[in-house]
């Protein structure tokens, strides 16, 4: 019997090929997104950080002059806080469109191995039925031979 060749294998490689390059885009955003979550946390604590200030220097006895500029600072840090919240977003939204590729890549490579797999037991059946009528016409031809009937 010739050798077991999976009719779709070209088509399984590129799935698979085309499978790595969406993980890779995924690793990517994912990547992208985590470092937006970093900055966003650094701001975060900045704000905090003016906030407490603000209140240190009310506590102490400030000019109004000097408030207004750390109010200032304030606004311009919850601006940035604002900004990098939106861009996490979208790149959230990224992500999360990404790993749904990823996970339609993955399906169709898992139904064309499924569909190897269930041709490779096809063959396997029919090589052992091959065998076996082959040990059956071995048998009977040596019944044949010998006279015996």
């Not at 294998?9 to 993980?23: A, C, P």
């Not at 977003?89 to 469109?97: F, H, I, L």
Request: glycine share 6%.
């Amino acid at each position: 019997m010739k050798k077991f060749v999976f009719s779709l294998e070209r088509m399984l490689v590129y799935q698979q090929q085309n499978l790595e390059k969406e993980k890779g885009i995924l690793g990517k955003l994912t990547a992208a997104r985590d470092e937006l979550e970093e900055i966003k946390n650094g701001q975060e604590i900045r704000i905090a950080h003016i906030q407490k200030e603000i209140k240190k220097r009310q506590a102490e006895g400030t000019t109004v002059f000097i408030l207004k500029g750390c109010f200032a600072v304030l606004e311009g840090a919850r601006l940035q806080l604002e900004d990098t919240q939106k861009e996490l977003s979208q790149a959230q939204a990224r992500v999360e469109k990404q790993r749904r590729i990823v996970t339609e890549a993955s399906k169709e490579v898992k139904k064309l191995e499924k569909l190897k797999e269930n041709q490779l037991e096809e063959y396997h059946h029919d090589e052992a039925k091959e065998q076996q009528d082959m040990i059956t016409e071995h048998v009977a031809g040596a019944f044949v031979r010998n006279g015996v009937s």
